[in-house]
């Protein structure tokens, strides 16, 4: 492009060295410290459990669209972290006070997509768990993949503009971030980064409560998957209560194995996603009266992982 921008071979000549010698002494692309600061992090990445995130989370961010893959731009958001170091993964927040988090992945994987083209097309959508939650004004965080909410961008939208919920991420199509995960596809680590990024941007368009909280698929990750993130300045959440509610065929089991492990600062890990978890709407009013009957309240992801 030099030579063919340049009508004097001598300036041409001289630009042209010019940028060899700068390719020589400049970083590397792909060596920029925070890079260098993912790969050398130390091996115990695991933030404490006891002690919520490693980052102290902003709560009630509301009613502004969020930035989707620019992390820089949503540093102030929930579970927001310094962009190139190694993620922290939370299960649960500080175990005082009555705060708990109801949290519900979104799940939407493409053979889930193609049933919903079927003859007789499933939901993947549980309507009576929102306006349960909408009726009895209760606090939730949803994990969404990004496939499940361009099928359902009205749902999405009601649920951005409820004020006591907040939208994190569940990656963009449910793939799998390690090589063995149940029965999921695994993701070519090359598009781990932007598979998460991607999946911020398509939430972020609807505004509300937008956050930096990701979950993955599964919960199956480990060191590589964790480095592929540490660009978009995120904070894995596991969750330490899990329900058990996928293809459960009663309620009761689900209530029992919320009920059995929950305790002040606990994330508890539903779905809501009808055709794969048809059970929870029926189990949700059991756990909120457990909930009620130890002083446990739900509240916002954020406010139970605060200090």
Same mark, same amino acid.
């Given at each position: 492009?030099?030579?063919?921008?340049?009508?004097?071979?001598?300036?041409?000549? #001289?630009?042209?060295?010019?940028?060899?010698?700068?390719?020589?002494?400049?970083?590397?692309?792909?060596?920029?410290?925070?890079? $260098? @600061?993912?790969?050398?992090?130390?091996?115990?990445?695991? @933030?404490?459990?006891?002690?919520?995130?490693?980052?102290?989370?902003?709560?009630?961010?509301?009613?502004?669209?969020?930035?989707?893959?620019?992390?820089?731009?949503?540093?102030? =958001?929930?579970?927001?972290?310094?962009?190139?170091?190694?993620?922290?993964?939370?299960?649960?927040?500080?175990?005082?006070?009555?705060?708990?988090?109801?949290?519900?992945? $979104?799940?939407?994987?493409?053979?889930?997509?193609?049933?919903?083209?079927?003859?007789?097309?499933?939901?993947?959508?549980?309507?009576?768990? %929102? &306006?349960?939650?909408?009726?009895?004004?209760?606090?939730?965080?949803?994990?969404?993949?990004?496939?499940?909410?361009? &099928?359902?961008?009205?749902?999405?939208?009601?649920?951005? &503009?409820?004020?006591?919920?907040?939208?994190?991420?569940?990656?963009?199509?449910? @793939?799998?971030?390690?090589?063995?995960?149940?029965?999921?596809?695994?993701?070519?680590? !090359?598009?781990?980064? !932007?598979?998460?990024?991607? #999946?911020?941007?398509?939430?972020?368009?609807?505004?509300?409560?937008?956050? !930096?909280?990701?979950?993955?698929?599964? =919960?199956?990750?480990?060191?590589?998957?964790?480095?592929?993130? @540490?660009?978009?300045?995120?904070? %894995?959440?596991?969750?330490? %209560?899990?329900?058990?509610?996928?293809?459960?065929?009663?309620?009761?089991?689900?209530?029992?194995?919320?009920?059995?492990?929950?305790?002040?600062?606990?994330?508890?890990?539903?779905?809501?996603?009808?055709?794969?978890?048809?059970?929870?709407?029926?189990?949700?009013?059991?756990?909120?009266?457990? =909930?009620?009957?130890?002083?446990?309240?739900?509240?916002? =992801?954020?406010? %139970?992982?605060?200090?």
């Amino acid at each position: 492009m030099l030579a063919k921008n340049s009508r004097v071979l001598l300036t041409a000549a #001289t630009l042209a060295l010019a940028a060899i010698v700068a390719l020589l002494v400049g970083p590397s692309p792909d060596r920029t410290p925070g890079r $260098a @600061a993912v790969l050398e992090a130390p091996a115990g990445h695991r @933030a404490p459990t006891g002690g919520g995130t490693a980052v102290p989370p902003t709560p009630g961010q509301s009613g502004q669209p969020g930035n989707g893959g620019r992390p820089g731009e949503d540093s102030g =958001l929930p579970g927001a972290t310094t962009p190139g170091t190694l993620p922290p993964v939370v299960d649960h927040g500080p175990r005082t006070g009555g705060k708990v988090a109801l949290t519900f992945d $979104a799940d939407m994987t493409d053979t889930m997509r193609r049933q919903l083209r079927g003859p007789r097309p499933p939901s993947y959508a549980n309507l009576a768990i %929102v &306006e349960l939650l909408e009726r009895e004004r209760v606090p939730a965080t949803f994990f969404l993949t990004g496939k499940w909410v361009e &099928e359902y961008p009205e749902l999405t939208r009601r649920l951005a &503009e409820n004020p006591r919920f907040e939208l994190a991420n569940h990656t963009y199509g449910h @793939a799998a971030f390690t090589p063995r995960c149940y029965h999921l596809t695994p993701l070519p680590r !090359r598009e781990m980064t !932007r598979d998460v990024a991607r #999946t911020f941007e398509v939430i972020g368009r609807y505004g509300g409560r937008q956050t !930096r909280y990701f979950r993955f698929p599964g =919960l199956c990750h480990d060191r590589a998957a964790l480095t592929e993130l @540490a660009p978009l300045g995120l904070t %894995v959440v596991d969750g330490d %209560v899990v329900s058990g509610d996928p293809f459960a065929t009663a309620w009761q089991p689900i209530v029992r194995a919320v009920l059995s492990q929950v305790r002040p600062g606990s994330v508890i890990i539903l779905h809501v996603t009808e055709a794969n978890a048809a059970m929870t709407d029926e189990a949700l009013p059991h756990i909120l009266a457990g =909930l009620a009957e130890r002083g446990l309240a739900p509240a916002p =992801l954020s406010e %139970v992982l605060a200090r």
